[in-house]
């Protein structure tokens, strides 16, 4: 049940955007090892945003995920701002992540819980 959301205030074209998210949807699911058909991307792009007093592009991620290893998150860390950085033109000192791992109970699907 991964979850990439991603705020920008980057522009992407409405013609890119559908390649961008199975992009995304498929370096997620690779980089934690776990089936994309679990992975959900969420892209909302050209926001009213500001980092440090600026709004050269910047990129605010949210990765959820259950299981998420704390020891790895470095590494997701590394991963996430190189594809900010190819795919939207965001450099990572303009990347913030935010890493979470609820309790399965927490994480609905499918009229259940995992």
Not at 43 to 68: I, N
């Amino acid at each position: 049940m991964p979850l990439l959301k991603i705020e920008t205030n980057a522009r992407v074209d409405e013609e890119r955007r559908p390649a961008l998210l199975k992009q995304l949807s498929e370096a997620v699911a690779a980089m934690l090892g776990k089936p994309e058909s679990y992975v959900m991307v969420a892209l909302e792009s050209g926001r009213d945003m500001l980092f440090a007093g600026d709004d050269a592009p910047l990129a605010l991620l949210q990765l959820k995920s259950l299981g998420l290893p704390e020891s790895r998150t470095g590494e997701y860390s590394s991963h996430l701002c190189r594809l900010m950085e190819e795919k939207l033109g965001i450099p990572p000192e303009r990347v913030y992540i935010e890493f979470s791992a609820p309790a399965r109970h927490m994480w609905g699907w499918n009229g259940g819980t995992f």
